[in-house]
C-alpha cells in the first residue's frame, strides 16, 4: 500500500484511518448483509439501521433536543443557502439579518437575497474578514425571519466561540466546518447544516438539524426537493439519497464516540493541535504573518502568510519533502493554510510545527 500523508486539505479532507480500514473490509459485502454499501437498496432494512444509527449518534454527540429534525441533503453548503431562503424568508414579509465574516457568508447571503430582503449587521471586508465582531456589537432585527452567520470561515481562518443572543429570532448557522469538532448548544438554533467533507465524511452529503416550529414556516408550495419538510416527513429519503456518504458519515460519528470519547474531548484534543501550530507562528519572530487576529484564530484552519511569495512557494515544496501536503492558501487570502480537522492525527501536526520552526530557522 502506498504510503499516506498527512493530508492538510481544507475539503475534502482527511478522514481518520479506522474509518477507512472499516468501510475498506466492508466494501464488498456489509456483515449480514451479502452485497456492497455501494449496492444496498435505500429502502433496505440494512440501510434502515445505518440511517438511524447515523441520526441517533448525531443527536447523541451534539445533545440534540427533541423538538428537532435530523435530515440528510444533498448539494452541499451552497443548496442550502437556497433552500434556508426558500423556506424560512420567501413570502414570509420580513428580512433577514446576516453577519458577514468572510467567503462563506458572503455566498450565503447572495443566494438568500434571491428569496427575499437580506440586511448585513456586520461585514468584516474593510480588513479582509480578518476578524469577527463581538456579539454586543450586532444590532439584530427582532422581527427579522432568522439571524444567519457562518461558524468557521475555512478560507479565512476565523472562527466564532459561541453564539449571539437572539431570542425570538431563529439563530441559522453553516457550520459547515467545525461541525462535530466541539460541543455546541444546539437549543440556540432554529437550523443549523453543513456539508460533511471538513469534520463529518465524504462530499456528497449535508446535514440539517431543524427545529420543529421552523418548518411550519415554509410556504406550502415549495418543490419538494428543496422543502425540509419533505425531507423529515420520508426519512431524508424523498428520493435516493447519497448511501454510501451517509455510511461513512456514521462510521465517523461511530469514531468520534467510541474512539474518541466525545466531542469534548475531539474539542480539546482540536484546541491542543491548533496551539501547536499558532505557537510556531508566535515564536517566529513574525517570520509567519497571520492572517486572523489572535482572539479570532479558527481551530480548524490556520492561515498565515511568509515574507515573500518565494518563500511560501520553497515552504510548500520543503514541507511535501515530510509528506505534508495541500498546504497552499486560498487564492484571496494568499499564503499558506494547514487545516487541521477533527481526523487529522497528533503527529501530523507535530510534524508541521516541527517543520514551520526549522524553515523559519533557516530561512529567517
Known amino acids: 500500500m502506498t504510503q499516506r500523508v498527512f493530508n492538510f486539505s481544507p475539503g475534502p479532507a482527511v478522514l481518520p484511518l479506522p474509518v477507512l480500514e472499516q468501510a475498506q473490509r466492508e466494501m464488498l459485502s456489509l456483515p449480514g448483509v451479502g452485497m456492497s454499501v455501494l449496492e444496498i437498496s435505500h429502502r433496505s432494512k440494512a440501510f434502515d439501521a445505518i440511517l438511524a444509527e447515523a441520526q441517533a449518534s448525531i443527536k447523541q454527540l451534539l445533545g440534540v433536543p427533541d423538538n428537532y429534525r435530523i435530515v440528510f441533503l444533498q448539494g452541499g453548503a451552497h443548496l442550502q443557502f437556497t433552500m434556508l431562503g426558500m423556506n424560512f424568508l420567501q413570502g414570509s414579509g420580513k428580512t433577514a439579518d446576516f453577519v458577514l465574516t468572510g467567503t462563506w457568508g458572503n455566498a450565503a447571503i447572495k443566494e438568500v437575497q434571491k428569496q427575499g430582503p437580506t440586511r448585513v449587521v456586520w461585514d468584516g471586508k474593510d480588513e479582509n474578514y480578518s476578524y469577527l465582531p463581538a456579539w454586543s456589537e450586532l444590532k439584530l432585527n427582532p422581527d427579522a425571519a432568522f439571524a444567519h452567520f457562518t461558524s468557521n470561515e475555512t478560507i479565512q481562518g476565523i472562527q466564532f466561540v459561541g453564539e449571539p443572543d437572539t431570542d425570538a429570532v431563529p439563530l441559522v448557522c453553516d457550520c459547515s466546518s467545525d461541525f462535530l469538532s466541539r460541543p455546541i448548544d444546539v437549543e440556540r438554533y432554529g437550523l443549523i447544516y453543513a456539508c460533511a467533507q471538513k469534520n463529518a465524511g465524504i462530499a456528497g ?15 406550502k408550495n415549495l418543490p ?12 431524508s429519503r424523498p428520493n435516493t439519497p447519497p448511501v454510501f456518504a451517509i455510511y461513512i458519515l456514521n462510521l465517523v460519528c461511530r469514531w468520534l464516540r467510541d474512539d474518541i470519547g466525545g466531542l469534548a474531548k475531539m474539542d480539546a484534543l482540536n484546541r491542543h493541535k491548533a496551539n501547536l501550530v499558532y505557537s510556531a507562528i508566535d515564536d517566529s519572530a513574525s517570520f509567519y504573518r497571520p492572517h486572523a487576529r489572535p482572539d479570532c484564530r479558527s481551530q480548524m484552519n490556520a492561515t498565515f502568510r511568509l515574507p515573500s511569495e518565494e518563500l511560501e512557494k520553497s515552504f510548500i515544496d520543503d514541507a511535501k519533502k515530510l509528506q505534508l501536503y495541500d498546504l497552499k492558501g486560498h487564492r484571496s487570502v494568499g499564503g499558506i493554510r494547514a487545516s487541521i480537522y477533527n481526523a487529522m492525527p497528533l503527529i501530523g501536526v507535530e510534524t ?10 533557516r530561512n529567517g
Open 352 to 361: 508541521l510545527a516541527s517543520f514551520m520552526r526549522d524553515f523559519a530557522k
Open 205 to 219: 452529503v449535508t446535514v440539517a438539524i431543524v427545529r420543529d416550529d421552523m418548518l411550519s414556516r415554509a410556504p
Open 224 to 235: 419538494g426537493m428543496l422543502d425540509y419538510g419533505n425531507f423529515v416527513k420520508n426519512d
